[in-house]
């Protein structure tokens, strides 16, 4: 059952990001116990990033309230996850913790791995949130318990999403440099002393946050995510596009240099934040994505080449991605407005509410029309129907998809040929900027 759950949040996944990435994983240990510590930015979408993508099986230690929820609960037993009972929840007892603790180092001393939130609650703050002890209480008892043979690891993991409400973004899992934990010599029964559980809550937190983006504000946050497009998109079309780890990377260093630059050369930064408004707002108003405003990318035998391709493949997806259209609107509308109306404003509960949502209402909308088919072409007609609606979504979002991307191409080859000057002043703007970004950098590394 865990194996077949495992497959299905990984193609539900895959579906909803177009594109997802996994960092690291070379430095999680194969063998031993392991404990991973991740953010929590996007409720129970994170939990299932690493239940699929993670290279050890992992059993969660999660909110006892989950266990009560009808659907919710029913994953939570089948991977095997592990009740932790916080004051803040309703009809919850913290006293039951010492079971909780029992069973997770009874994992680790098996040699098992169990993940952990160490923030204690999703959310949407654009920093890390004060961590909890009780990843370092149930390390240091697994540890005391194994007398460090073999030794408790704690490896960081970094949830890092492009857009976490947006159907179809992106997201990287990275993994960390892995810890060590330092045994403290415990009585059978007796919990961990209070200094050496700050101490490794400590190291957590700065190992957690070498993973994450970290920025005092949401609207840094912002500024960097434009900086970075900026700095990444070449001028000509490159071969590949960068990966989720460079670009999180990249994040990463503007972040801090942002702090730097801001506390030495504020009006600088004010000049430069001011400047890539202006150039996104232009990039909005022409229509254009960032990736579109590519010199290299309007030679004739290119253009020719791309409309040949887009043109085959829509005319080949075409019947289907109507029907498939027509069949799934319903259910995709649906989805949304479930997920806006539970979610009420919370950004870190709309991603999660829209795959539980759309793991209910798609099927449910193939099963109905199967069972319509069925009552007029009988059983056969109802079973083909059953296999072949799920193709005709996927079609339907292929090729709702290259359209979009031919229409943006469409608009940028006008602009490109009939107000060329406009285009070349975006261009040269944007090269502009990311000189003067650089210029930043190298004005940080030597200060």
């Known amino acids: 059952m865990r194996a077949f759950f495992r497959a299905l949040f990984g193609l539900m996944l895959r579906v ?13 240990p194969a063998r031993g116990p392991v404990i991973f510590v991740l953010n929590h930015p996007s409720g129970l979408i994170d939990p299932a990033f690493l239940l699929c993508l993670a290279p050890r099986r992992v059993s969660f230690v999660a909110k006892a309230p989950l266990f009560r929820m009808p659907i919710v609960g029913f994953f939570c037993r089948a991977f095997q996850a592990i009740p932790v009972h916080r004051r803040q929840d309703a009809d919850s007892d913290p006293a039951q913790n010492r079971e909780t603790f029992d069973t997770a180092r009874a994992v680790l001393a098996g040699g098992g791995a ?5 923030e204690g609650t999703s959310h949407s703050d654009p920093k890390l949130r004060p961590l909890k002890t009780g990843a370092a209480r149930i390390a240091l008892g697994a540890a005391a318990a194994l007398g460090n043979e073999p030794p408790v690891m704690i490896v960081p993991a970094g949830l ?11 997201a990287l899992l990275y993994f960390g440099e892995p810890l060590a934990v330092n045994p403290v010599p415990l009585a059978p029964g007796e919990e961990p002393p209070a200094g050496p559980v700050r101490e490794l809550t400590q190291r957590i937190q700065e190992a957690l946050a070498a993973v994450t983006l970290q920025a005092g504000q949401a609207e840094v946050h912002a500024v960097v995510a434009q900086a970075q497009r900026i700095v990444s998109v070449q001028d000509q079309t490159p071969a590949t596009p960068p990966s989720l780890a460079d670009e999180f990377a990249l994040r990463r260093r503007l972040l801090a240099g942002y702090e730097v630059v801001r506390a030495h050369w504020p009006e600088r930064l004010g000049a430069i934040a001011t400047r890539i408004e202006r150039y996104e707002a232009a990039l909005a108003a022409a229509g254009l994505d ?77 099963l109905i029309v199967a069972v319509g088919v069925g009552l007029g072409l009988g059983v056969e007609g109802a079973v083909v129907t059953l296999a072949v609606a799920p193709l005709l979504a996927y079609a339907a979002l292929v090729f709702f998809e290259r359209l979009d991307r031919i229409i943006g191409a469409t608009r940028a080859l006008g602009l490109f040929t009939f107000r060329r000057w406009a285009f070349l002043r975006l261009l040269a703007e944007r090269h502009a900027i990311r000189e003067e970004i650089i210029a930043l950098g190298r004005s940080v590394e030597t200060s």
């Open 290 to 366: 960032a990736r579109q405003l590519t010199a290299g990318s309007y030679s004739f035998g290119r253009v020719a080449r791309y409309a040949a391709n887009g043109v085959f493949v829509l005319l080949v997806l075409l019947p289907a991605a109507l029907t498939g259209l027509l069949l799934n609107y319903p259910a995709y509308w649906a989805v949304g407005f479930v997920a806006t109306g539970m979610a009420k404003g919370a950004e870190d509960a709309l991603a999660s509410i829209k795959v539980l949502a759309a793991m209910l209402l798609f099927p449910l909308t193939w």
């Open 114 to 118: 169990i993940g952990i939130f160490p």
């Open 16 to 28: 909803f990001f177009r594109r997802i990435e996994v960092s690291g994983a070379e430095r999680v």
């Open 160 to 170: 890092y999403y492009r857009a976490k409400r947006t159907f179809r973004s992106a």
